[in-house]
């Protein structure tokens, strides 16, 4: 039960003044949906304006204010594929392009009637030869000299929203704050010298305080680190049962390649662990093609030896076809029975699956979501695995776990090598084996980089690509999010360039996208894999685990938009063959010195975790962090820069609690849970006897 004292800061957002269905519907798209979200809402920035009688006035990166008449409205010739501007010009003549992209377009057209003064405040900058203000932070009627002032907040805004709204509901957001027990360690809090946790939340929204931004992230990566670590508690208090395999299988698979030194030392160490009786809990991290599956088979074959059945969760359909198709030929020799389940299986199928998992004719099932369902049960499963660990939540995992008699042991698989200062901030609670080596015989993929302007000769490449009988992935541009319009801006330029090589090739081409339906996705992505299709159009969604080894060519456009991490992922989806492989990274015109080095970085190396650690120094690691989905998200409120300075802290001062009080029954450990309730880390208390 959460504690009373969360109650207030949990209400729903519509219980502030002003805010009705056309308000909360912007508030949604932030994720704004109650009081505590709202109060977390932290400036991006804060900015000092000037007030200026005309533009002649005001330096270029400066904050202004200004009055401004719109002359003309300049709608992109296509709707999401460029931005919309308005032509303005103040009193002495002078024009300025007020600059607004994606559905902003709507707000230009009501704020910025033609003829008409109004006050625009905003960051003057210069679009070629004329000065623009990008989204301007406020338009008014009336004269907006009251804007002139030190340490304005900057929120994120979606459609609906403005400035000023925002900072009325945070306004009130913050009254309704109670004082909180402090769940700080004493000696850590005044060595620190933090404010208390609603002051922190108060003046963080006053200017870019740093004691107090600093409090707030690490309570999130206390919270973060206390619940992963009871996760651990729990399973190691938990009676899991020792699997001691005796060999009989394993020394029946007739594997076509040698295993790698890293692949036997990772098997070692998951065989260590199936024979204790605390349940495993161990991540194994590879690096593209590294070999991961082969490890996880052995595992999985330990448990079978050992009477246990074994399951294997992947995330898509998609995934859990291939891993099927590929463990199906590797477990033949030995006479393991394996089967397929996922949320297509019905009628007939189904039931026999269900009634063959019960007797424990099954020894191995592979399958998505649909493999933890209430109606599945198992004679005695011992081991789950599960593939790309990211995009289940912890509490998914616990559902699986709840599915053994006992607890049965977890080896989690990621193929995104992940900095190993971060490890800890996504992984805390498990023990971690890397496989950083590549099979013998993989080929290196040859890497270029190409100017975007040479599109023509590219297609023309692509061409004579799919002559020879091969076939190719297409990957279309990242948009740059504003407002929270980029996904369908992304979606545009998939299907335009779809439209463009389809009259090309045409039916040999199909396209992926995340709004297309599952199973019309399903059924591309099958066309594809299968052959029946030449060259695949698509945003991200192909970038991890799809595995087609005769798709030889990858082409990236406006590959300088793209993280390292995920330029890495993408590139790993071909070169899995025996054939060389080629990666084009289309780029354009206009590279900034981090993009040049990103791009230098990838045609020098495919080593996966020196790519984490070179785009951890270059881009800060957001896309890093990811997510732990099924709303465990990554971390809000804690930047790169705090995560790598106090998770070290608050990891060690968890460990510490939970030794000397692992029951959280202490007063710091009562505080300890009002914090885990806050954070929406439940599934920790719940882990707790009597929580």
């Known amino acids: 039960m959460r504690p009373d004292i969360l109650n207030s800061l949990f209400a729903e957002s519509q219980t502030l003044d002003g805010v009705g269905p056309k308000v909360a519907k912007p508030l949604d798209k932030l994720g704004l949906t109650r009081i505590k979200d709202i109060a977390y809402h932290l400036p991006e920035r804060f900015v000092t304006r000037r007030a200026i009688a005309n533009l002649d006035e005001g330096v270029e990166g400066e ?46 057209k009501k704020q910025l009637p033609v003829g008409e003064k109004r006050w625009v405040a905003g960051r003057l900058d210069r679009y070629g030869d004329m000065l623009q203000i990008v989204h301007p932070d406020h338009v008014e009627e009336e004269s907006a000299a009251h804007l002139a002032r030190l340490n304005e907040p900057v929120y ?27 769940w700080i360690e004493p000696g850590q809090f005044d060595k620190a010298g933090w404010p208390a946790w609603k002051d922190a939340l108060t003046l963080a929204h006053k200017d870019m305080h740093e004691a107090a931004r600093d409090r707030l992230a690490y309570d999130e990566l206390l919270a973060n680190s206390l619940a992963l670590l009871l996760v651990r508690a729990d399973g190691r208090r ?75 969760l992947a995330p898509t359909e998609i995934l859990a076809r291939q891993h099927f198709e590929t463990l199906r030929k590797m477990v033949a020799p030995t006479g393991a029975e394996i089967a397929l389940l996922t949320g297509r299986a019905k009628g007939r199928e189904r039931e026999g699956l269900l009634m063959g998992l019960l007797d424990g004719s099954i020894d191995i099932l592979v399958g998505t979501h649909a493999i933890f369902q209430d109606t ?127 009259e090309r090739f045409g039916d040999d081409v199909v396209m992926v996208h995340g709004q297309l339906r599952p199973e019309v996705k399903d059924a591309n992505m099958e066309r594809f894999a299968s052959g029946g ?75 996966g975790f020196r790519i984490a650690e070179e785009d951890l120094e270059l881009r800060g690691g957001g896309e890093l962090l990811g997510t732990r989905q099924s709303g465990e998200a990554a971390f809000r409120i804690a930047s790169l820069e705090q995560v790598q300075k106090l998770l070290p802290l608050a990891h060690a001062d968890a460990r510490l609690l939970i030794d000397r009080d692992g029951g959280l029954t202490s007063e710091r450990g009562e505080a300890a849970r009002v914090l885990l309730y806050l954070f929406e880390r439940d599934w920790g208390v719940q882990l707790l006897r009597g929580g």
């Open 63 to 108: 904050q202004v204010i200004v009055a401004l008449t719109a002359t003309e409205h300049r709608a992109p010739y296509s709707p999401g594929r460029g931005p919309y501007r308005v032509l303005a010009q103040d009193e002495a003549g002078n024009i300025c392009a007020l600059t607004y992209f994606g559905r902003a377009s709507y707000t230009a």
């Open 238 to 312: 938990r009676k899991g049962e020792a699997l001691k395999g005796d060999g009989s299988l394993r020394a029946k698979l007739k594997l076509p390649f040698e295993m790698t030194g890293a692949q036997k030392r990772s098997v070692n160490e998951v065989e260590g662990d199936l024979q204790q009786e605390a349940p495993m809990l161990r991540l194994l991290q590879g690096d593209v093609g590294a070999g991961k599956t082969v490890v996880a088979l052995e595992a999985m074959l330990i448990a079978v030896e050992a009477r246990k059945q074994a399951a294997l």
């Open 533 to 607: 299709a030449k060259l695949l159009v698509a945003t991200t969604v192909i970038e991890v685990g799809v595995d087609v080894p005769s798709a030889t060519l990858m082409v990236i456009e406006q590959a300088e938009r793209f993280g390292l991490a995920q330029l890495h992922q993408l590139r790993g989806r071909v070169g899995r063959g025996s054939e060389k492989s080629v990666c084009l990274l289309l780029r354009g015109n206009e590279l900034s010195e981090t993009g040049k080095k990103r791009l230098a970085l990838m045609r020098e190396t495919q080593d």
């Open 156 to 182: 994120s805004l979606s459609e609906g929203l403005t400035q000023p709204r925002v900072a009325g509901l945070v306004a009130q957001a913050l009254e309704r704050l109670l004082d909180l027990p402090e």
């Open 376 to 502: 599945v049960t198992y004679k005695d499963l011992g081991l789950v695995v599960i593939d790309e660990q990211h995009r289940f939540g912890v509490a998914q995992r616990l559902a699986l776990a709840g599915k053994g008699k006992r607890a049965p042991h977890t080896l989690a698989m990621t193929a995104t090598p992940i900095p190993r200062s971060l490890t800890l901030a996504q992984y805390g609670e498990m023990d971690v084996s890397r496989l950083d080596e590549l099979p013998p015989g993989r080929q290196a993929i040859d890497t270029r980089v190409v100017a975007q302007d040479r599109m023509e000769d590219v297609v023309a490449g692509v061409e004579r690509h799919l002559a020879s009988g091969q076939q190719a992935y297409w990957v279309c541009p990242m948009v740059r999010e504003i407002n929270g319009s980029w996904e369908v801006a992304d979606i545009a330029a998939a299907e335009a360039r779809y439209a463009a090589l389809k």
